[in-house]
């Protein structure tokens, strides 16, 4: 059965400070995987999304790595503003096109 | 274009009522998906619809949990009677069939006390 996991659950930082979010996922047998990211009484927005094949993607200060075969991925954001302040989740998709999910990463960057 | 709406977007109930849950989803989107998403949780996929056909169900507590897609369009959600647990928020959301992007609702966020 797949699990996503995503550590730490919190993480407040000040402004301007790079950092990283991990994800991690028990099956390597997965279709793709996408970061979504949540804002508090709206829906959820896609951010970036890779392909099993792929390696990395970037989108502006977002770059998100995946490396299958250890069952892990990383979203870096570069510079960050109080704007990202959001809960961003992970989520690996199956070969029936269904999303299994991270529970988030609640993020608060500090002005 | 117009994103999916989802009414109402807060309720409040006693446990034993019951409530529904409306979805209306972009326009040309055959597929809908309804998820519960519990506090500090993922989301859960309930229900997903292809049409007005269900692709998958196996989550869906079925003694209190029912789903509707008349007309291949607008979605009810129901629950019935309702318990503490059900406390969540439900998200709509759609696509168009087998492609990745999935379009997602503001959610409906559900307490029972």
């Known amino acids: 059965k797949q699990e996503v996991t995503q550590i730490p659950a919190a993480l407040s930082v000040p402004e301007g400070e790079n950092l990283v979010l991990n994800c991690s996922f028990t099956?390597?047998?997965?279709?793709?995987l996408q970061w979504f990211r949540q804002d508090p009484g709206k829906g959820l927005t896609s951010l970036l999304l890779i392909q099993s094949s792929q390696r990395e993607q970037t989108s502006g200060r977002l770059n998100a790595s995946l490396d299958k075969s250890s069952g892990r991925s990383t979203l870096y954001i570069a510079a960050s503003q109080p704007g990202d302040s959001a809960t961003y989740l992970c989520a690996v998709r199956r070969s029936n096109y269904q999303l299994i999910w991270g529970a988030g990463t609640k993020l608060i960057i500090k002005p | 274009e117009a994103g999916v709406a989802q009414s109402p977007r807060y309720k409040i109930i006693e446990k034993r009522q019951s409530v529904a849950f409306w979805c209306n989803p972009i326009s040309g989107h055959a597929t809908l998906y309804w998820y519960q998403q519990i506090l500090g949780q993922g989301p859960k996929l309930l229900i997903q619809f292809q049409n007005n056909g269900v692709v998958d169900d196996s989550q869906l507590p079925k003694d209190r949990f029912s789903a509707e897609r008349l007309k291949g369009v607008d979605s009810t959600l129901k629950i019935q009677p309702a318990k503490l647990e059900d406390s969540a928020v439900y998200l709509c959301?759609?696509?168009?069939?087998?492609?990745?992007?999935?379009?997602f609702g503001p959610g409906t966020r559900l307490t029972v006390t």
């Open positions: 099956d390597s047998a997965i279709y793709n």
């Open positions: 959301a759609s696509s168009v069939p087998f492609q990745y992007e999935q379009y």
